[in-house]
């Protein structure tokens, strides 16, 4: 009898999955000689990257974006008005301020991953806790902030936090762009928990049970058996919410953070020339692609060496 | 109460244990002595190794007495810690922690559970690792050894904490063949030496040379056991003839 072969090209694949819903026919293939039926055979994942949503950032898109962007720059030349200095010129010009505004989004998005990553430990912690109420507690608060929208929560913190705190003596001002940050960590904290307690739950019983027969307490078998093998498995989503945050911080720029977008704002407002408003944009979004781009290539690279073969 | 050697090591009374409504083990009662190599037989789903765990308390019992060198472990004050120091476990999947070496894996226990030192403590995980044949792959990770090897190393950590009792479950069923016999030649060496040990196999002829004593289990309940040579040659039960007559 043949059995068919599980193809692996994705139009193939559903051919196959048809004819498996069929049930009995997988039996009764001896009799047919030449005809081939679809064998059950254990479910196999394909392979995570044909899975999940492609990222934005991939090299096409990269290349589509700065053929755009190229493409937008000549429609501006087209336009421009004799006299006027070329869009190349202008936007090497505002480069240094633009730079200096984008510094800020690292600052911030390095920051809000730092502060969010802790707290979502500690969240991701109370998530697999043994007492009801502190997992009940953790949970509500997880959900709360995995769902809210970032803007939301980024309004509540410039409003509701005070514009300085004082701590012993000292008064440390808060300005708008670290309670943007504190507006950004919570999220990512909520998002981290949830990536703790994901990883936690994929560990394997086994794992547990001989930690426990080896008489290592609950904190001991988490800190050294379970908590380091999700490490592992936890970096490369972890790499992805940075992205996400990186691309989230331009929401800063409506609470008026002097951050990339924000100045490109500033700087089209401070040239008044319609045909710089497409390049302009384009031009922040590729100092987004580029920065985020290698952070996408690493995921990948990660995820597929620390899948399970 | 007292424990002294003359006592069952492990002494099991009327042990039942339901999951909902399945239950698993329905009044089992089971004697080990010190130094002897008891083992455990019986049809799969017969409640073996929810058994094991009971002993060391990693399953709680519903009803029913274990007591492990005269310490109750039935009882919701026992310090189960200290229990586990006492009682070895080695599992059918291994369960090595893959992120450490494994000479890591033999040394994390004695090292963080006892807070021994760690000096010594290597010492003596090098010489288990010779014990189990393994000298020279100290520093593999479970990863890159053999199911037999990761097996071995298994057994080395469980001996590391230097328990009054290992219990084995179904420990060669995930092996091939060809590997099934080092693991067996380990086990029988530490029984040589006097380690006290429980096993759960299928491996009858292994049971049948090795054990002192043998417990058939099916359903819940030891149908038949006594020593190996009166067990395997005139059982009165018809259910254990019956499946002795489709395993031998």
């Avoid at chain 1, 904290?189 to 307690?197: C, F, H, P, S, W």
């Avoid at chain 2, 909902?20 to 073996?48: F, R, T, W």
Wanted: proline share 6%; aromatic share 8%.
């Amino acid at each position: 009898m043949k059995s068919a072969q599980i193809p692996t090209s994705p139009r193939k694949r559903g051919e196959v999955r048809a004819a498996a819903t069929c049930g009995g026919g997988a039996t009764r293939g001896k009799g047919g000689g030449q005809r081939i039926f679809a064998v059950l055979k254990p479910f196999r994942l394909q392979s995570a990257a044909h899975e999940l949503p492609r990222s934005l950032f991939t090299a096409r898109s990269g290349i589509v974006l700065i053929f755009v962007l190229l493409l937008s720059v000549g429609f501006g030349e087209a336009q421009a008005g004799p006299g006027t200095p070329s869009i190349v010129a202008t936007i090497l010009k505002w480069t240094p301020l633009l730079a200096q505004g984008f510094a800020l989004n690292i600052a911030m998005s390095f920051l809000a991953m730092a502060i969010g990553t802790v707290l979502g430990l500690m969240l991701g912690l109370g998530l697999i806790a043994l007492t009801r109420p502190v997992r009940a507690t953790a949970w509500l608060i997880t959900q709360f902030f995995r769902n809210a929208p970032w803007l939301v929560l980024l309004f509540y913190c410039i409003l509701l936090m005070p514009f300085e705190v004082s701590i012993g003596g000292a008064t440390i001002p808060l300005p708008a762009w670290a309670k943007s940050t504190a507006g950004l960590a919570l999220p990512v904290m909520a998002n981290v928990a949830e990536l703790v307690r994901g990883a936690v739950q994929s560990i394997p019983a086994g794992q547990w049970e001989a930690a426990e027969s080896l008489a290592f307490t609950r904190l001991q078998m988490l800190r050294l058996v379970i908590l380091p093998q999700c490490v592992k498995r936890m970096t490369p989503p972890w790499m992805n919410l940075y992205a996400i945050v990186v691309v989230g911080t331009p929401l800063a720029s409506i609470v008026g953070v002097n951050e990339a977008m924000t100045l490109t704002g500033d700087v089209l407002s401070s040239e008044g020339r319609t045909e710089l408003l497409v390049p302009m944009y384009l031009y922040l979004l590729t100092w987004f692609f580029i920065y985020c781009y290698p952070i996408a290539r690493a995921t990948v690279a990660l995820e597929r060496r620390f899948q399970v073969p | 109460m007292a424990w002294t050697p003359e006592l069952p090591l492990i002494r099991m009374r009327d042990v039942r244990k339901t999951f909902g409504a399945n239950i698993v083990l329905d009044g089992i009662s089971i004697d080990v002595m010190k130094g002897e190599v008891v083992c455990i037989i019986g049809p799969s789903g017969a409640g073996k190794s929810t058994l094991l765990r009971c002993i060391n308390a990693l399953v709680p019992i519903d009803s029913g007495s274990i007591r492990v060198e005269g310490q109750e472990v039935n009882d919701p004050k026992l310090d189960k810690l200290a229990l586990r120091r006492n009682v070895g476990m080695v599992f059918q999947q291994y369960n090595l922690f893959p992120h450490r070496t494994a000479l890591a894996n033999i040394m994390m226990a004695p090292v963080h559970v006892l807070k021994r030192d760690r000096a010594e403590v290597e010492i003596e995980a090098r010489a288990l690792m010779r014990k189990v044949r393994l000298d020279g792959k100290e520093d593999a990770y479970p990863g890159e050894l053999s199911g037999g090897q990761q097996q071995r190393v298994a057994i080395a950590r469980s001996l590391a904490m230097q328990p009054a009792v290992i219990l084995f479950d179904e420990v060669t069923a995930a092996l091939d063949p060809e590997t099934v016999k080092e693991v067996l030649v380990t086990i029988r060496e530490l029984a040589d030496e006097g380690m006290t040990c429980v096993i759960v196999t299928h491996e009858m002829g292994f049971a049948r040379e090795l054990a002192d004593h043998i417990y058939f289990t099916d359903r819940g309940v030891v149908v038949e056991h006594g020593p190996p040579a009166e067990f395997f040659t005139n059982c009165r039960d018809e259910r254990t003839r019956q499946f002795l007559s489709q395993i031998l």
